[in-house]
């Protein structure tokens, strides 16, 4: 279940010397695609060092910074990645999956009724029984009492207003969205690859 609790985390980049105990696993890179744009803004694209350093090894990317952490090997030192760039130029899809998550995000993790960001399901604005179809032009993300509420009827039937029509988004669309929700930890070294207006830490 999304919550607003989960998704309006107060976010802010931190530097490497943060935690000097913070575990190697909690160390991704940030995967930017060859022309240095993040391969994707919600999720944000990360690796775990361990994929991070492989792909270094495979020449698969450029290393374009790195942490103030090393791994180390009988023959091999090496610091480890924060921020990637893929050699080869990944061409994004023109339209997203159609899952629930993505749904979520395209209405901004808010019910299209009532504005209300808890206990999040979706609705059929078009009634299956008035044959709606389960596709994004007919589904909207609606709270639980928003949706009881509406019952087996149309909007208009029910009195109720959507906020926004339900439409088809584009991968770019989501990517536009997902930049208003920030994970909770942001490397310093991520901080001119992605263009959220998040404040530096101290």
Known sequence: MFTAELIERAARFRSADDDPTRKLENCPALVLNADYTPLSYYPLSLWPWQTAIKAIFLERVDVVASYDREVRSPSLDMKIPSVIALRQFVKPSEFPA?????????????????????????????????GGRTTWENISTACAPCNMRKGGRTPKQAHMKLRMEPFRPTNWQLQQYGKSFPPNYLHETWRDWLYWDIELKE
Do not use: E
Request: glycine fraction near 4%; hydrophobic fraction near 35%.
């Open 98 to 130: 159609f899952t629930r998550f993505n749904l979520f995000l395209r209405d901004r993790f808010a019910c299209q009724y009532c504005g209300s960001k808890q206990h999040l399901t979706f609705d059929h604005v078009i009634p299956r029984r008035l």
